[in-house]
């Protein structure tokens, strides 16, 4: 997994991300170079540098969520024990990391925005050339209607017996000039049309992702860069001071747990979209009967693209858990919860086809959709053949019934089988629309196993409510070792350290999360990636 393939139209999350590295990077800089003239005020001015750089808000909690962020909180609090401790290490901590980071941090700096501006350029020099491809197709709609409206001149006055010869060949001169003219502009727009279409099968597939990897690679050599600077702000106070070597073996520690790829793929699954790429754009052959737009207004716009660049202008929001997880943290919940959560799910207006939605959430929809057609044709099937059925009995036998008088419900009935079967086919059409560009086979299986079980009319997702305070104590399932830290911020999530052991009390539904218990007794959510059983 990398940046360039997953996080492709996330410019605007990896630009901040980067960003937070270099401050970060800046930030512990800062803390060294105090922390050198704490050294020389003893133990009061240490304390205070510890609690100065303790997390405080919302922003320095997520941040945590990376192990170079919380590896840097932890040696700000094993700083808390050094108070009392001399000041002889504050000169080789000033030359071996503070002047050492600095320079680095400044090639970071101009690294990362050569990078961002290649990217802004490329996006810039797309943009020119989508300009000159609308261009070229409001000329080819101009032209190709003057030509029309020549010929048609043209054809009028050679049907009229009172025209004048030079009259009727002049107006066949123009005309025939004008068609060529539109000809001419047909073939720029083409041209126009393959060159644009290149250039964005370019910028998507080679120019983008090669700038986010390399932007990538730059966090990842910070991070490893920074981790280095972690470690060494222990090892060199060990040099001179051994009595302290406990709490420096925790530093130590907090510079090994920073792994720059498993935060750049923490990264990843905070941001990644799930969109496509856009399709490239298509030829309207305006000689082949399409008529040109009425306005130069509507003629500006293009045919409709989810997202033509990868560059918001606007901020965007964390991920939120899966809807799964989401379902059956609510289903722990209390009753007094319900309102709330009807109120923050609320249904917005919604496009037909569900295309408002993101991909993922949209197939869910459509899925369920289906399924309750599914479910209305049947039943209006069996009312259909039931009919029949009662059709046949009442001729057979007249005096249970007159046959004629199911007429009406026979007609109706099959009318609603055939506006059902129309729904189905529609809805099954923009449904393999969605899952075409689904990258993996299994997510789409997933996906429509959950959507199936949750269209099922039969299932509520309250049903649990009374279950859950009545069942007996669970059993755990399995045992499994963390792989990784992981940090719990979420409600129903749960922390959990590398090596630790723990007992697996429901294993992944599909949704990426298993529920596991620790030995404290401490129970939640953790991703299933994270643990080997």
Request: overall charge negative; some cysteine.
């Amino acid at each position: 997994m990398d940046w360039g393939t997953d996080l492709w139209d996330q410019y605007d999350g990896i630009d901040k991300h980067t960003q937070s590295g270099l401050d970060l990077v800046d930030r512990y800089v800062k803390f060294v170079r105090e922390r050198t003239e704490i050294e020389q005020n003893y133990a009061k001015q240490l304390r205070n540098l510890s609690k100065k750089y303790l997390k405080r808000g919302s922003k320095e909690e997520q941040e945590c969520g990376f192990t170079n962020h919380q590896s840097f909180q932890d040696i700000v609090n094993e700083l808390n024990d050094y108070a009392g401790q001399r000041e002889l290490i504050a000169e080789n901590m000033m030359t071996g990391i503070c002047v050492e980071l600095t320079k680095y941090l400044q090639d970071l700096k101009q690294e990362r925005k050569t990078y961002l501006a290649d990217a802004k350029k490329a996006q810039q020099n797309l943009e020119i050339s989508f300009k000159q491809l609308e261009n070229t197709k409001r000329r080819f709609a101009k032209e190709w209607g003057e030509a029309e409206k020549a010929t048609q001149q043209a054809e009028k006055i050679e049907n009229d017996t009172n025209a004048v010869k030079a009259d009727v060949e002049k107006v066949k001169q123009h005309a025939h000039v004008k068609t060529h003219t539109a000809e001419e502009c047909r073939n720029d727009y083409a041209a126009q049309l393959q060159k644009y279409n290149k250039e964005q099968n370019t910028f998507y597939y080679t120019e983008i992702p090669q700038l986010f990897n390399k932007l990538q690679d730059m966090d990842e050599r910070r991070i490893r860069c920074l981790a280095e600077g972690y470690s060494q702000f222990a090892e060199v106070e060990k040099k001179v001071l051994p009595i302290i070597t406990k709490c420096l073996d925790g530093i130590s520690m907090a510079g090994r747990n920073t792994n720059g790829k498993q935060d750049s793929l923490r990264f990843i699954e905070q941001h990644k979209s799930g969109f496509e790429r856009p399709a490239e754009v298509d030829f309207e052959d305006y000689s082949q009967g399409i008529k040109p737009a009425s306005s130069d207004a509507n003629l500006n716009q293009p045919k409709i693209r989810t997202k033509l660049w990868p560059f918001s202008h606007k901020k965007t929001k964390l991920g939120r858990a899966p809807l799964s997880f989401c379902l059956r943290e609510f289903n722990r919940s209390v009753k007094p919860r319900l309102a709330t959560f009807r109120a923050l799910h609320r249904p917005s207006p919604a496009a037909e086809d569900f295309s408002h939605l993101p991909p993922e959430q949209r197939k869910k929809r459509l899925q369920s959709k289906i399924d309750d057609i599914t479910k209305e044709l049947q039943k209006e099937l069996d009312q259909s053949e039931a009919l029949e059925k009662m059709r046949g009995v009442y001729e057979r036998n007249p005096q249970m019934g007159d046959p004629a008088s199911l007429e009406p419900q026979i007609t109706q009935t099959s009318q609603n089988v055939g506006r059902l079967r129309g729904q189905l086919t529609k809805y099954e059409s923009w449904l393999a629309e969605a899952f075409r560009g689904d990258d993996s086979t299994n997510t789409a299986v997933n996906n429509n196993q959950h959507c199936s079980m949750s269209a099922d009319p039969s299932q509520n997702i309250y049903s649990e409510f009374d279950e859950d305070f009545d069942e007996d104590v669970e059993t755990p399932i399995g045992k499994a070792t963390a792989l990784y830290t992981f940090q719990g911020s979420s409600q129903g999530t749960v922390s959990i350290t590398e090596g630790e052991q723990l007992s697996v009390m429901e294993n992944d539904k599909g949704d990426g999360w298993m529920r596991v218990l620790r030995a404290n007794g401490d129970e939640g959510y953790i991703p299933s990636s994270y643990v080997k059983f």
